[in-house]
């Protein structure tokens, strides 16, 4: 059985302002307010584990999975994102992927995930929904010989 830590409280990067709306143990719903921006965007982030996620890949006790809020359509804007993602590794070292998924990828979808630096690894299919998982990892995670075609020489 997978130990799952809690949620850390997020403390997002200069500028930017998080506020949690609710919340469990594993799970947190914040209204973010980026710098230079007049609206306001609804997030949910979650410990993979503990989530809808958890039976989809081999997760990591650390994963979190950051998503829009009911009715977004997973679309989150990249500025957005790539504060979730600094927020969570700050929060929690440890954690070895922060996990975007989504169901509706259309082009717009997947360029801001991939300009937030997430890329896609995984469709995956849930009771009543197909996801695309797009994932962000610290550089402790992919700093190692990417090249997975070959077998290493000795």
Request: proline share 8%; hydrophobic share 40%.
């Amino acid at each position: 059985m997978l130990t799952v830590p809690p949620l850390p409280p997020l403390d997002p990067p200069y500028g930017w302002r998080v506020v949690l709306a609710a919340g469990t143990r594993f799970t947190g719903r914040f209204h973010l307010h980026g710098p230079g921006t007049d609206t306001d965007v609804e997030v949910e982030v979650e410990r993979c584990a503990a989530g809808r996620l958890r039976d989809t890949y081999p997760v990591s006790a650390h994963d979190v999975e950051v998503r829009g809020a009911s009715g977004a359509l997973g679309r989150l804007p990249s500025a957005a994102l790539r504060m979730l993602v600094e927020a969570v590794w700050t929060a929690d070292p440890r954690c070895r992927r922060v996990v975007h998924a989504v169901s509706d990828c259309g082009p717009n979808s997947l360029a801001e995930a991939e300009a937030a630096g997430f890329r896609h690894v995984l469709d995956v299919d849930l009771a009543d929904e197909q996801l695309r998982l797009l994932v962000a990892e610290p550089e402790w995670v992919t700093g190692g010989d990417r090249r997975l075609d070959r077998v290493p020489q000795t």
